[in-house]
């Protein structure tokens, strides 16, 4: 598994940064190396550049074509999260919130300083490791591309899996995954094209996000227990095209993803919209889907 993020940059940040991020997991097995490897080859060839990005192969009809083939009839899966602007910051305030109503106090430990870029990045990890361990994906070295905060990211990383076996959400005799940043030289083509996939994911809810966010509810609660790591459950179904073909090509809404939906890990797609709520988007279809929202509150089991 290796995972790249669009729109974060490749150093620690300042001051938030009001803009919208997505991150994405490429994983694969031995079987996958040399089909995908050839796809980043073919790529590089196609936008002259081995270091290609989203926007290198969305200006490209032949690297478009060429990526949504070589992906869509892989054997990978592909770990999908989307980010809205301070979405971070704002799910932390929602939960504060509902916190303080229910114990009359804010958490304990709880900061209210702004937060920056970086801190929601490593927010961004501790999702991403909750969402990797939903399945039993011991047999897998995990990898995140190369940053300059690299062990920051590994600590947020291994923290998350401390957090999950602490809470018992996890078979104890099981061995979690730890991350390691900067994949080594032979696993570099994934961490570029895991990258294009991160760079759709924003174009994509550029495209998508004003049918799937008036779905969501303002408030949401659930009676019954939430017992599994992600705890999210349907609120809307959607009907009708959810990825809308037919757009030019270098227009900030083109999405790729009509080519390869089918290879997100279980068709989902995991994301935090403009309010902080979390949710996911489920495609069945390219026609026929359905939105969950992560309630603000539930029982403890």
């Known amino acids: 598994m290796v995972f790249d993020e669009s729109g974060t940059g490749s150093t620690p940040g300042d001051l ?9 997991g490429l994983m694969f097995e031995e ?12 790529l590089a060839n196609l936008t002259s550049n081995g270091d290609f990005k989203f926007s290198d192969v969305r200006k490209s009809a032949a690297a478009t074509l060429a990526f949504q083939r070589g992906i869509g009839s892989s054997n990978c899966s592909l770990i999908a999260l989307h980010f809205a602007p301070q979405s971070v910051s704002l799910e932390q305030r929602r939960f504060e919130a509902v916190y303080s109503a229910q114990h009359g106090q804010p958490p304990a430990g709880y900061e209210t300083q702004p937060r ?7 927010e961004v990890v501790k999702i991403a490791a909750a969402t990797f361990i939903v399945r039993p994906f011991e047999r897998h070295t995990v990898y995140w591309d ?3 905060d690299g062990p920051a990211i590994e600590h947020a990383w291994n923290e998350s899996m401390r957090q999950v076996r602490a809470f018992g959400l996890v078979d104890p005799r099981r061995e979690l995954p730890r991350l390691s940043v900067g994949p080594p030289n032979a696993l570099k083509f994934a961490a570029r094209l895991a990258g294009v996939v991160a760079g759709d994911l924003v174009a994509f809810f550029r495209n998508c996000s004003r049918r799937v966010y008036p779905l969501l509810r303002p408030a949401f609660s ?8 992600v705890g999210a459950a349907k609120v809307a179904d959607g009907r009708g095209d959810l990825i809308q073909p ?11 993803l009509r080519g390869y939906y089918w290879r997100l890990l279980s068709r989902h797609v995991f994301f935090y919209d403009p309010h902080g709520r979390g949710c996911g988007i489920t495609i069945h279809k390219n026609h026929v889907w359905h939105v969950s929202q992560v309630p603000d509150r539930a029982p403890i089991p």
Do not use: K, W, Y
């Not at 030019?248 to 790729?256: F, N």
């Open 222 to 229: 659930l009676s019954r227990p939430i017992t599994d790591i």
């Open 246 to 256: 037919g757009l030019d090509d270098t227009g900030p809404a083109r999405t790729l």
């Open 31 to 42: 079987g996958d190396v040399q089909h995908l490897r050839a796809l980043h080859a073919t």
């Open 116 to 122: 920056t870029h970086h801190d929601n990045l490593m």
């Open 146 to 148: 190369a940053r300059s």
């Open 16 to 24: 938030e940064r009001a803009h919208e991020f997505s991150c994405c």
